[in-house]
């Protein structure tokens, strides 16, 4: 787990929380309330859907024919738009306590790559799918010292 | 928690040579770099001393992630603003055949008054679930020190008690804000509002002035600390000793201070643990100690006097 209370408010501005995440290279970031209630999460695809729109046929996803003028202007419109609009609410989170397999099933199985970690539903970091791996790693390592 | 703010971290880098000459060149035997910044060395002695800590300021470029990196790594929780502008380097190069540390700082990056705005708002939140606030260190280009009192106002409208650690310049606009705990820094200015503070009883008489506008106020100059508060006022000076690194002391010993008055200890008893932090961190080369044990083990090499209030 990482002790990072980086986060956007529902208000910030889209184009602030496209920085943030370049900045700091993370690929998506909690959404808080002013208590640091966990409300909402909101990713690069997030970001990138809200600009180029795709096109959902036979289960993929596929984008749709691109006019890069409209996309100048699509992107300036998402910019100034606020991170409440393009938030997924249905955020899922885990706590200090979930179990390396747990956060496995989030992250293979569903596909997240970062989760918020919350203590009486208030941001206490996040884990992301590297910290993951790196666990699993040092597992292994543990087990064949053991082993050896 | 304590959110412990710092304007213009700095990634210390610690150099060290045999006999360091001027206007040749010098090669190092060894290397190594820190997160730094009174803000997080108060906040990460905090930390060591079984405070939760929360650090925040302003970080950016490649070495602002690696700061942030090490500061996760120790167990220290981080809400930076993350700016356009790269994290400084302060450059700490031990002599170590004369003994000697020379410090050379860089200025910092250029902050912009919407990244100004940007912390403010993180800084509002954090202070939600905040015990207290420190706001220590320089001031980064582009933030004036109007700047440091409207945060500390932040702090004042969640009753939330601010301990400050800054030059005058940017001290002296914020005592209008009453902090709860003032030190001005006086590394590299041995006087302050004009007068000299080089002997004790001159930083006496300043810390008895600051007090009109704190609870607490200190004043240092090299490792000779007093503390004055209503309960009375202290004396109390780095024991001669052996020291493996002369930086972070001054930081270590506020962070002593602040542990102690939190759990409502008395000025004398926050006097002696800040100095045994300050001997803890004067034993490590960088300053950063390995556990409470090592400032405990240190209380009966200090000395504190009551000093005429």
């Known amino acids: 787990m990482s002790r990072d209370l980086t986060a956007v408010s529902p208000e910030t501005a889209m184009v602030e929380a496209a920085k943030t995440m370049a900045r700091q290279r993370l690929e998506g970031l909690p959404v808080v309330d002013e208590e640091y209630r966990v409300i909402g999460f909101i990713s690069e695809a997030d970001i990138i859907r809200s600009i180029i729109p795709s096109i959902s046929t036979g289960g993929e996803e596929f984008l749709a024919p691109v006019d890069f003028v409209d996309l100048a202007r699509k992107m300036s419109q998402v910019g100034e738009r606020t991170v409440r609009d393009y938030m997924n609410e249905k955020v899922v989170t885990v706590t200090e306590e979930d179990d390396i397999y747990r956060l496995c099933e989030l992250m293979l199985a569903r596909g997240y790559k970062t989760l918020p970690v919350v203590k009486e539903g208030r941001l206490e970091g996040v884990v992301h799918r590297t910290d993951v791996s790196s666990a699993l790693m040092e597992q292994r390592e543990a087990e064949k010292k053991k082993g050896e | 928690m304590i959110v412990a703010v710092t304007l213009n971290p700095a990634m210390d880098v610690f150099l060290h040579a045999q006999k360091l000459r001027l206007g040749v060149l010098n090669r190092v035997s060894r290397l190594s770099a820190q997160p730094g910044g009174k803000g997080i060395n108060i906040g990460c002695t905090l930390h060591r001393l079984g405070r939760p800590v929360a650090t925040t300021g302003f970080l950016g470029g490649p070495t602002g992630i690696e700061l942030e990196r090490q500061l996760r790594e120790d167990g220290v929780t981080t809400n930076f603003v993350h700016i356009d502008g790269e994290t400084r380097n302060n450059y700490i190069i031990s002599d170590d055949l004369r003994r000697k540390q020379t410090q050379i700082n860089e200025p910092g990056p250029l902050v912009s008054s919407e990244e100004v705005e940007r912390l403010r708002e993180t800084l ?18 582009g933030v004036n020190p109007d700047c440091c009192a409207a945060l500390i106002a932040l702090a004042n409208e969640r009753d939330v008690p ?27 200015a041995h006087s302050f509002a004009g007068k000299s503070v080089l002997t004790a009883k001159s930083r006496l008489v300043l810390a008895k002035t600051l007090r009109d506008h704190s ?39 506020l962070a002593g201070v602040i542990d102690v008055l939190l759990r409502d200890g008395t000025l004398g008893e926050a006097a002696g643990w800040g100095m045994a932090t300050a001997l803890a961190a004067a034993a490590v080369r960088g300053g950063r100690f390995g556990s409470i044990e090592d400032v405990k083990r240190n209380l009966d090499k200090v000395e504190v006097s009551e000093v005429g209030n």
């Open chain 2, 124 to 141: 509002s939140r954090l202070l939600g679930r905040a015990e207290m606030l420190v706001i220590a260190g320089s001031l980064p280009p």
């Open chain 2, 162 to 188: 601010v301990c400050i650690d800054m030059t005058e310049a940017a001290l002296v606009p914020a005592l209008v804000t009453k902090p709860y705990l003032v030190k001005p820094d006086l590394r590299t």
């Open chain 2, 215 to 253: 609870q607490v106020a200190i004043a240092s100059v090299g490792f000779d600390f007093v503390l004055v508060s209503p309960e009375g006022a202290y004396e109390v000076q780095l024991p001669g000793a052996d020291l493996a690194s002369t930086v972070r002391i001054e930081d270590a010993f």
